[in-house]
C-alpha cells in the first residue's frame, strides 16, 4: 500500500520542465525587499503619451526604460559572477517574462522579451519593440526562442538539471557564444521583470533562476487606490505600484539596495523629466487605466 495514492502529471509546459530542472534544493542567497510608489502622475504620463504618439504605452514598458536608469546609476547590479568574481555587464539588457498559451497541451507557458541597450532607446522605440517582439512570441513565430521551448518539451525529466547547468557553464561561465548550436545569446539579460499586476496581483516574491547569471528580479504589482497622508495630517487618496525584488546577496547587499530605490522614486516622481518625448499639457485626467 503506498503512502500516497498519486498519478503522474503527464503533459507538462517547457516552462515547467525547466522550472523543475532549475532548483536543487530550497538553500539560495536570495534576499527581498519591496517599495511603494505613487503613480498618478505617471498615469497622467501615459495618458499624455498615448494621446500624443498613439501608442499604447504601459507601466510595463516604463520599468524597461526606469529600470535602465536604476543600473546606470547603480552600474554594480549589471553583473555576472563567474568563476567566484563579478564582472561588469557593458550593455543594460532588460528581459520581461510573457505569457503564452501553448497550442498542443493548451496550458499557460512563459516566454520573454529582452529589450537590449534599453538606456539608448527612447520610451516610444521601446513601446514600439516590445510590442513587435512580444506578438512574435505569443504567436509562437520567434525562431529562436520557438526552437529552445519545443526542445524543453521533448526532454525527459531527469537531463532538464544537467543541460540547464551545461548550457551556463559554457555560455556565462566561460563566456562561449553558443548561437551556432541553437542557443540564444544571452536571453535573459541584465536584470528580469515580470509583471504579476496584469494578472490582478498585487505583490509576488520571484526566485532567483540560477543558470541565467541573473542578479536581480523584479515583480511589477498592480495598481491601486489607497489613502495617504500628506502634510498637516490631510488624507487624500493616491495610486500606489509595489515592486517587489529578489537580489542574489553574492553581488548586491542593502547599499546597492537603497541607492536603486531612491532612483527609482526619483524616476516615476517626475515622469515628464525622466522619459521625456511628450509635452505636460496644463491640465490632465487625474486617473488612466495602464498595465
Not at 538539471?161 to 562561449?176: H, R
Not at 487624500?236 to 539596495?257: I, N
Not at 524616476?267 to 505636460?280: C, H, L, M, Q, R
Request: without cysteine; glycine residues 6%; hydrophobic residues 45%.
Amino acid at each position: 500500500m503506498p503512502n500516497l495514492d498519486l498519478v503522474r502529471q503527464t503533459r507538462v509546459s517547457s516552462f515547467r520542465m525547466i522550472a523543475i530542472g532549475t532548483w536543487r534544493d530550497a538553500k539560495d542567497p536570495s534576499v527581498y525587499g519591496s517599495l511603494e510608489i505613487e503613480m498618478d502622475e505617471t498615469l497622467r504620463y501615459i495618458e499624455a503619451f498615448r494621446a500624443q504618439t498613439g501608442k499604447r504605452l504601459t507601466v510595463t514598458h516604463l520599468m524597461a526604460a526606469a529600470i535602465a536608469k536604476v543600473l546606470l546609476a547603480m552600474p554594480d547590479a549589471n553583473a555576472v559572477l563567474r568563476f567566484g568574481r563579478i564582472y561588469l555587464r557593458q550593455s543594460i539588457d532588460v528581459f520581461f517574462q510573457v505569457a503564452m498559451k501553448d497550442e498542443e497541451s493548451g496550458q499557460i507557458d512563459l516566454s520573454g522579451v529582452t529589450i537590449r541597450r534599453a538606456d539608448s532607446k527612447s520610451v516610444a522605440e521601446i513601446v514600439d519593440e516590445f510590442e513587435a517582439t512580444a506578438a512574435k512570441v505569443r504567436a509562437g513565430k520567434d525562431v529562436e526562442k520557438e526552437s529552445t521551448r519545443q526542445t524543453f518539451k521533448r526532454l525527459p525529466g531527469w537531463i532538464v538539471p544537467w543541460v540547464l547547468d551545461a548550457i551556463s557553464f559554457f555560455a556565462y561561465t566561460l563566456n562561449l557564444d553558443l548561437s551556432r548550436l541553437g542557443i540564444p545569446k544571452d536571453p535573459f539579460g541584465s536584470v528580469m521583470v515580470t509583471n504579476v499586476g496584469s494578472l490582478g496581483l498585487e505583490e509576488a516574491y520571484v526566485p532567483l533562476v540560477p543558470y541565467s547569471k541573473v542578479p536581480l528580479l523584479i515583480a511589477v504589482g498592480a495598481l491601486k487606490r489607497v489613502p495617504v497622508v500628506r502634510e498637516g495630517d490631510r488624507i487624500e487618496a493616491a495610486t500606489v505600484m509595489r515592486l517587489f525584488a529578489t537580489f542574489d546577496h553574492r553581488v548586491l547587499d542593502g547599499a546597492h539596495a537603497a541607492k536603486m530605490a531612491s532612483t527609482i522614486h526619483a524616476v516615476f516622481a517626475d515622469p515628464w523629466t525622466s522619459f521625456g518625448g511628450v509635452e505636460k499639457p496644463v491640465a490632465a485626467p487625474r486617473e488612466a487605466s495602464a498595465v
